[in-house]
């Protein structure tokens, strides 16, 4: 399960991928100019978003994907932008979606979101929903 989460100025996000049916520890963010990006979905097109993001998200020059299935326009992730005064929600659309257009003071993304909302929606930060560290 997957999950990045983020709350009052804080991101978390799990570790756990799996490949060849085999499941590991992997870094599922990013952070550089007092940013980060946390995403879920598959693990390279995230990483790939990420690294196109700090070298300046030009929509003229989109991310080449590599996707899990090798096809370049098929990718597969969402991803959470945290800036210092807001966050914003992504997917391989490029259209991002802010945190003030959301009106949400929390927010998660992957598999195990629903259940990262509802531990928010109880009071719980980001780092607490799931006992991990933060990014």
Same mark, same amino acid.
């Given at each position: 399960m997957s999950v990045v989460a983020v709350r009052d100025g804080m991101m978390a996000a799990d570790t756990q991928a799996s490949g060849g049916g085999i499941k590991f520890g992997?870094?599922?963010?990013a952070?550089?100019?007092g940013v980060a990006i946390g995403w879920a979905g598959t693990w390279v097109d995230g990483k790939t978003f990420a690294e196109w993001y700090f070298k300046g998200a030009d929509i003229s020059s989109p991310p080449v994907y590599h996707g899990r299935h090798g096809d370049q326009?098929?990718?597969d992730f969402? /991803? *959470?932008?945290?800036k210092p005064d807001?966050?914003?929600y992504w997917c391989e659309y490029l259209v991002?979606?802010?945190s003030t257009d959301i009106h949400m003071p929390f927010y998660a993304i992957g598999s195990g979101a629903q259940a990262a909302l509802a531990a928010m929606h109880l009071g719980a930060? /980001? *780092?607490e929903h799931h006992g991990i560290g933060a990014a």
């Open positions: 992997m870094r599922k963010t952070c550089q100019d326009d098929r990718a969402a /991803a *959470i932008v945290l807001s966050w914003e991002p979606e802010l930060t /980001a *780092i």
